[in-house]
């Protein structure tokens, strides 16, 4: 009876390594995905809502749009920015904060822009709100910060957290 039991405990262990290996090959997989950078707004946008929930894609998304300026955010989103993709975009933008951060300040500025912007921070539930100030503390708010940025990084938190 032991015998099988450690039988059975070694086919387990066998079986969740095979699973955890196969992930992993998923994984590596879908990381290999090269994104093709949008040759519109449109289909940024697109691209953007279709890696909902997918950080580390929107992420890249965001990284290799050089035809999609941050700029553009305002005519992309017009009236149609939601929270949701708020709240992504700017985690997506604090993974890459360390290592592109003139490119990461120009979304935080841009997405003030566009026009919902100041109606959807006014109406973040008290969860939403939390998790921004929580990644505009860790992240933006940084004494690490260059003093070129620190500035403009000032004056946006009191866009993305007005209640601070």
């Known amino acids: ?14 079986s969740v390594q095979e699973l955890a290996s196969r992930v992993a090959s998923r994984v590596k997989a879908v990381a290999a ?13 697109v691209s953007l809502r ?4 997918d950080n580390a894609r929107q992420t890249s998304l965001l990284k290799v749009c050089k035809t999609i300026s941050p700029s553009a955010l305002p005519q992309i989103f017009k009236n149609a920015l939601t929270v949701p993709i708020l ?10 904060f ?8 120009n979304y935080l500025e841009n997405l003030t822009r566009v026009p919902r912007f100041d109606t ?15 990644i505009w503390d860790e992240v933006f708010d940084n004494e690490a910060t260059p003093i070129e940025y620190a500035e403009t990084l ?8 007005p209640n601070r």
């Open 50 to 53: 279709g890696f909902f929930g």
């Open 98 to 105: 360390v290592e592109k951060m003139d490119l990461a300040v």
């Open 1 to 14: 009876m032991q015998r099988n039991n450690t039988t059975r405990k070694q086919e387990v262990k066998a």
């Open 120 to 134: 959807l921070i006014m109406f973040l539930s008290s969860s939403d709100n939390a998790d921004l100030v929580k």
């Open 87 to 96: 709240l992504n975009i700017i985690k997506c933008v604090a993974t890459f």
């Open 33 to 45: 995905e090269k994104i093709t950078p949008p040759n519109s707004a449109y289909q940024f946008e």
């Open 154 to 161: 000032d004056n946006l938190h009191t866009k993305y957290c």
